[in-house]
């Protein structure tokens, strides 16, 4: 077979040798078996049931899509009243139940047929309005199936060993199932190098290339394939000779991760004696053996909106304590920031209901609808609360644009406390504090009045890019206008930064450029001394902290922030990251 080179966007560095498995999201193991006839009653009764519960959830959707406004409310009106229609007595539920009858086969197989059968009617049709109906109908027909066999939707089970993912579309719910113990790579066609999935890659350690062409060269579960994260290249059956070139280059990034890795115990610290604080973000527990082994001070963002994702149901309180207390604990006495639920845009959590918006990015997501659902920030409250017993703990709240959102979350965790008290539970006294993301560009223009309500602020620098520039940071078509170097984002940090040392509240950076080395000098020099990134990264920027000084980084910033032009101030950068 030839060999096939992919072209896209190295988003996590690294180089993978493997198998590849190809991942459709949308793809349901359908069980399919022959029934007996004494079995054809049952087995259509199970249908029934299965049906009745769609309709069930179908239902509970179109209530909350009452609550949307506009066009999004009857677009989806009209797309969930036909799902009711179809589960309701109509052509698909007949269908099955005789398929039962007369093929003899589990419900499952039933479905998946019938949907098939429909599809094609409609599709050959030629109408483009029923041809556009067809992935509703699919979607329909995965939705019952997945009722039937009562699975939560569980993809990457038994995959090769080194297996390297390759898919259309990976959402960061997916990437959290990965299991780096299996898996050595991914590489898909959508996404952006700042989309949640790339920075869950970078987190997990795996090389990861987004952005490559249509179609993924043909790629087929089981061919040979090579995934190179830094140059952002994927070879589909590679010859011999690339596979020698390959081996070499993964010894080589291995061999200069292990050098780093000495750097573990030693002290973020300039040339001229700056002390710098490197944090981990994490998305779950299980990522707390790489962020010990990379030698983080703390977790500076813990993404707890992770602990909402592939599942039917909420995280209640002890749940949401028992996982915390882990990080915690395992952290021994190094604080830990816990970010309170900041699902919305590319983070989805279908247990929490969500139905996007008109606009996911803009919509009711994140602090909004932890204030509009006072139960989940209630329950967050109370569990990070009662989790600050066992160490230095703070509560960072995603997306805060105003004043009010602050002292409504604040008047919750007072609540919370009071609630607490008076079932019992001892709590630290004072109680941890409450920081906000300046994320959105408006939070960070009054960042001197949000000051005087935040007790610390952490600069969330993929958003506050995004929305500054108004570039989607998940959607690769953009990703070359992303830039965090435009001198508006970069005004927008230093105000921040500014506004918090004046207010001598604490301040740091959480956003990806954090963990980019080649940042490095221009934050210090921005005056921002914490730092939190993918632990895999802290190695790499502790390296170039160094190797800097402090006084350079200083007048390097000025001379930055004195340009208008982007692509000056990347030149800059380059000169600096390569003469200091
Ligand atoms: C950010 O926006 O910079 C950030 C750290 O939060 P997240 O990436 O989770 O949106
Ligand atoms: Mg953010």
């Known amino acids: 077979m030839a060999e096939i080179v992919l072209e896209g966007m190295g988003v996590s560095r690294g180089v993978a040798i493997g198998i590849v498995h190809r991942h459709d999201s949308d793809h349901v193991t359908v069980p399919e078996?022959?029934?007996?006839?004494?079995?054809?009653?049952?087995?259509?009764?199970?249908?029934s049931k299965a049906a009745l519960e769609a309709g069930q959830q179908v239902a509970s959707l179109q209530e909350k899509a009452r609550t949307l406004d506009g066009s999004a409310a009857e677009e989806l009106g009209y797309l969930l009243d036909a799902y009711q229609q179809m589960l309701g007595g109509s052509r698909l539920i007949r269908g099955v139940h005789r398929r039962i009858e007369t093929e003899k086969i589990n419900a499952e197989a039933a479905v998946?047929?019938?949907?098939?059968?429909?599809?094609?009617?409609?599709?050959?049709?030629?109408?483009?309005?029923?041809?556009?109906?067809?992935?509703?109908?699919?979607?329909?027909?995965?939705?019952?199936?997945?009722?039937?066999?009562?699975?939560?939707?569980?993809?990457?089970?038994?995959?090769?060993?080194?297996?390297?993912?390759?898919?259309?579309?990976?959402?960061?719910?997916?990437?959290?199932?990965?299991?780096?113990?299996?898996?050595?790579?991914?590489?898909?066609?959508?996404?952006?190098?700042?989309?949640?999935?790339?920075?869950?890659?970078?987190?997990?350690?795996?090389?990861?290339?987004?952005?490559?062409?249509?179609?993924?060269?043909?790629?087929?579960?089981?061919?040979?394939?090579?995934?190179?994260?830094?140059?952002?290249?994927?070879?589909?059956?590679?010859?011999?000779e690339t596979l020698a070139l390959y081996r070499q280059a993964r010894a080589k990034f291995l061999r200069e991760r292990r050098a780093l890795g000495r750097l573990r115990d030693l002290p973020a610290e300039t040339r001229d004696g700056i002390r710098l604080t490197l944090q981990a973000n994490i998305e779950l527990p299980s990522e707390m053996?790489?962020?010990?082994?990379?030698?983080?001070?703390?977790?500076?963002?813990?993404?707890?909106?992770?602990?909402?994702?592939?599942?039917?149901?909420?995280?209640?309180?002890?749940?949401?304590?028992?996982?915390?207390?882990?990080?915690?604990?395992?952290?021994?006495?190094?604080?830990?920031?816990?970010?309170?639920?900041?699902?919305?845009?590319?983070?989805?959590?279908?247990?929490?209901?969500?139905?996007?918006?008109?606009?996911?990015?803009?919509g009711l997501r994140a602090v909004r609808l932890s204030l509009a659902r006072p139960e989940l920030l209630q329950t967050q409250m109370a569990a990070i609360l009662r989790v600050a017993l066992h160490g230095p703990v703070r509560i960072l709240l995603p997306m805060v644009a105003t004043i009010d959102e602050v002292v409504a979350a604040r008047n919750a965790r007072d609540a919370a406390a009071c609630a607490l008290k008076?079932?019992?539970?001892?709590?630290?006294?004072?109680?941890?504090?409450?920081?906000?993301?300046?994320?959105?560009?408006?939070?960070?223009?009054?960042?001197?009045?949000?000051?005087?309500?935040?007790?610390?602020?952490?600069?969330?620098?993929?958003?506050?890019?995004?929305?500054?520039?108004?570039?989607?940071?998940?959607?690769?078509?953009?990703?070359?206008?992303?830039?965090?170097?435009?001198?508006?984002?970069?005004?927008?940090?230093?105000?921040?930064?500014?506004?918090?040392?004046?207010?001598?509240?604490?301040?740091?950076v959480?956003?990806?450029?954090?963990?980019?080395?080649?940042?490095?000098?221009l934050l210090l020099g921005l005056g921002i001394h914490d730092l939190s990134m993918s632990a895999t990264n802290i190695p790499m920027v502790k390296k170039r902290l160094r190797g800097l000084d402090h006084a350079q980084a200083r007048g390097f910033a000025f001379q930055v922030m004195n340009q208008s032009d982007p692509a000056r101030i990347s030149t800059l950068l380059e000169e600096f990251n390569r003469t200091v």
């Open 33 to 47: 078996f022959c029934i007996l006839p004494g079995q054809i009653e049952a087995e259509k009764a199970r249908f």
């Open 289 to 362: 053996d790489s962020v010990l082994a990379a030698g983080a001070e703390g977790i500076g963002l813990f993404r707890s909106e992770f602990l909402y994702m592939n599942r039917d149901d909420l995280p209640g309180e002890d749940e949401q304590y028992a996982l915390m207390r882990q990080v915690v604990e395992r952290l021994d006495g190094r604080p830990v920031t816990i970010r309170t639920l900041d699902v919305g845009g590319d983070k989805l959590a279908h247990s929490l209901g969500m139905i996007p918006g008109p606009n996911p990015a803009l």
């Open 422 to 508: 008076a079932a019992g539970h001892t709590l630290p006294e004072p109680l941890p504090p409450l920081g906000v993301m300046i994320e959105i560009p408006g939070a960070a223009l009054s960042a001197d009045s949000l000051a005087r309500h935040a007790d610390f602020f952490s600069i969330g620098t993929n958003d506050l890019t995004q929305y500054t520039l108004a570039i989607d940071r998940a959607d690769e078509s953009v990703a070359h206008l992303y830039n965090p170097l435009h001198p508006a984002v970069l005004r927008l940090i230093q105000f921040a930064a500014e506004a918090a040392n004046r207010a001598r509240i604490p301040v740091g």
């Open 510 to 521: 959480c956003g990806e450029i954090a963990g980019d080395p080649r940042y490095a000098g």
């Open 112 to 240: 998946q047929h019938e949907i098939d059968h429909i599809a094609r009617g409609f599709e050959a049709m030629g109408d483009s309005y029923l041809a556009a109906r067809v992935a509703d109908i699919r979607d329909l027909g995965r939705r019952l199936i997945r009722t039937l066999t009562g699975k939560t939707y569980r993809p990457f089970q038994s995959l090769p060993r080194n297996a390297v993912i390759l898919a259309e579309e990976l959402t960061p719910a997916d990437t959290a199932l990965l299991d780096p113990g299996h898996v050595a790579a991914i590489a898909t066609q959508w996404g952006g190098a700042e989309s949640h999935t790339a920075i869950m890659a970078r987190s997990l350690g795996l090389p990861a290339v987004l952005g490559l062409p249509a179609g993924l060269g043909g790629a087929q579960s089981g061919d040979g394939v090579v995934v190179d994260g830094a140059k952002g290249r994927v070879v589909i059956n590679p010859t011999a």
